[in-house]
C-alpha cells in the first residue's frame, strides 16, 4: 500500500481554506484543484510498503521525539515559479519544532530502509495542480516545465490581495496515512495516530 507520515488540520483552519478556495478556483478553471478534505501537512512519502513494512513503522513511529508546538497556515507561491507555475501552494510555518519532526521520522523510517530525504524539508499545502495529466508536485524544475497561462488570473487576483492568513493551530499528533490514487484524485485513510508529547 501507498503511505506517508503527515499532520491532520483543525477544522477552523480547514475551514477557513475552504472558503478561500471557493472564492479564487475560478480563475484557474483549468487547474486540478485539491478537495478541502484531503488536505494535509506531509512531513515524510514514504511510497509502496507491504503490510509488513507498514506495522513495522506502525511500531517505530511512536518513538519519534517531538514536542507539541504551534503552526500558522498563510502566504502563497508557485512551483517551481511564478512564471512556469505547475503547483499552487500556500505555506506553513511551524518554525524549527516541525523541521526537527519531519528530520526525526526521516530517521526512524530510515532504520527500516526506507530511503533518506535528498532536499531540505518545505512544508506546504499543495492547492491545485496546473495543466494536463498528473503533474508532479514537487518544487524542483522537471522535464516539460515551462511558462503557461494557467494560473496568470489567479496569481494577478493574490497580489491584489495582500497576505493570506488562514489562522494558527496547535501540532498534537502525527499520522500515517494510506494514499489511494484514483481519476478523482487521492483518497487519504488514517492508519494510525501518534501523540506529540509535552516536551
Known amino acids: 500500500m501507498r503511505i506517508f507520515v ?3 488540520l483543525d477544522p477552523e483552519v480547514r475551514a477557513r481554506i ?6 479564487v478556483e475560478s480563475f484557474a478553471p483549468d487547474a486540478r484543484w485539491v478537495r478541502p478534505e484531503s488536505l494535509h501537512i506531509t512531513l515524510k512519502f514514504i511510497g509502496e510498503q507491504t503490510p509488513d513494512q507498514v506495522a513495522a513503522l506502525a511500531k517505530r513511529l511512536p518513538r519519534v521525539e517531538n514536542g507539541e508546538f504551534e503552526i500558522r ?3 502563497y507561491g508557485f512551483f517551481p515559479t511564478a512564471k512556469a507555475p505547475r503547483v499552487f501552494w500556500i505555506g506553513i510555518d511551524g518554525g524549527p519544532q516541525l523541521t526537527r519532526l519531519a528530520h526525526n521520522i ?3 523510517t530510515a532504520e527500516l530502509g526506507v530511503p533518506r530525504e535528498d532536499r531540505p524539508y ?3 499545502l499543495t492547492l491545485a495542480r496546473g495543466g494536463a495529466g498528473r503533474r508532479s508536485g514537487s518544487p524542483k524544475w522537471q522535464n516539460g516545465d515551462a511558462p503557461n497561462a494557467a494560473f496568470a488570473t489567479l496569481e494577478k487576483r493574490l497580489a491584489a490581495m495582500g497576505d493570506l492568513d488562514f489562522g494558527t493551530m496547535t501540532a498534537r499528533e502525527f499520522i500515517l496515512y494510506q494514499s489511494q490514487l484514483s481519476p478523482a484524485g487521492s483518497k487519504y485513510t488514517n492508519l494510525d495516530r501518534f501523540a506529540l508529547g509535552h516536551g
Open 106 to 108: 526521516d530517521a526512524a
Open 6 to 8: 503527515g499532520i491532520d
Open 73 to 75: 497556515a498563510g502566504g
Open 18 to 23: 475552504a472558503r478561500f478556495l471557493e472564492g
Open 122 to 124: 518545505s512544508p506546504h
